[in-house]
């Protein structure tokens, strides 16, 4: 068993039958592969843990970000320790790992790494085409427009600190917000001529899309509106030949996940964002 390095496009062209059949679970490596691709200078590290039979683990690093590691098959202690031994001989240093429970727990214990804190726990969920449950809809899906930004940036730094517990300079991200409104990508859901609740179409991907920035305002949760957002989009994303749309939902957000079930997205695998202290 060993680690091996792949040029970007080598990775992709080898791999592309397994990453697009669970894209929405590798959208990330598959998003920094076809940017490093097009940037042979970028900062991309990709590769797989593997042997003469078998590809075990796909591994994938751009700084500042936490290394992405995903399991092609069933994983054990010998392939955590084939990469973390790769990491060492390289002399790559790594800020944390973005994985599953079960990869991060074996990483943690096989490193020996105790100093770290654990940023986000999140399920990955998708929603095909044709498993959409259609809810009763009390208001009304509408895309935001440019007047709407400084709207949009307030819920976005509220979405923010539900999500990461963290303060956010929303400002920061009035580029963003500015070019998913130009895209249409940006909608709130009005209910008696209020908006109520934000959500996104974050990234396109190659069969589907991932959706994001959902956030309801305080005052008007527990009444279902997120729910019934969610469905609506679903409907545009469709209508747009998209064959899913996928999210990633907090795991300490029962709530969100048990509306998000409703209409008929299924957990597809968790993921721990784990930041190592330097």
């Known amino acids: 068993m060993k680690a091996k390095r792949y040029e970007p496009i080598e990775f992709y062209e080898r791999y592309q039958e397994e990453l697009l059949r669970k894209e929405a679970v590798y959208q990330l490596i598959i998003t920094n592969c076809q940017r490093a691709m097009e940037d042979p200078l970028s900062d991309c590290l990709i590769g797989t843990v593997e042997d003469d039979q078998k590809t075990y683990l796909f591994f994938q690093y751009t700084r500042p970000y936490r290394m992405l590691i995903h399991a092609v098959n069933e994983v054990n202690t010998e392939m955590i320790q084939t990469l973390i031994d790769y990491l060492k001989t390289e002399k790559i240093e790594i800020t944390g790992i973005n994985t599953s429970k079960e990869i991060a727990d074996l990483y943690l214990k096989t490193s020996g790494i105790k100093d770290y804190h654990i940023r986000t726990k999140m399920d990955i969920m998708e929603l095909k085409n044709d498993e959409l449950i259609e809810q009763i809809s009390t208001g009304r899906l509408i895309q935001a427009t440019l007047d709407d930004l400084g709207f949009a940036l307030s819920c976005y730094e509220g979405f923010y600190e539900d999500c990461f517990h963290e303060e956010v300079d929303a400002e920061s991200y009035r580029p963003t917000i500015s070019h998913h409104i130009e895209n249409q990508e940006l909608f709130f859901y009005e209910v008696n001529e209020k908006k109520v609740s934000m959500c996104a179409i974050s ?18 949760r527990g009444h279902g509106f997120a729910k019934q957002m969610m469905s609506e989009q679903a409907k545009v994303i469709f209508a747009r030949q998209n064959e899913f749309a996928c999210l990633y939902v907090d795991q300490n957000n029962p709530i969100s996940n048990r509306a998000y079930k409703t209409i008929g997205y299924k957990i597809m695998e968790d993921k721990q964002d784990i930041v190592f202290a330097i």
């Not at 396109?204 to 005052?219: A, F, H, I």
């Open 203 to 220: 990234r396109q991907l190659l069969r589907g899309v991932s959706v994001g920035m959902v956030y309801t305002l305080p005052q008007y």
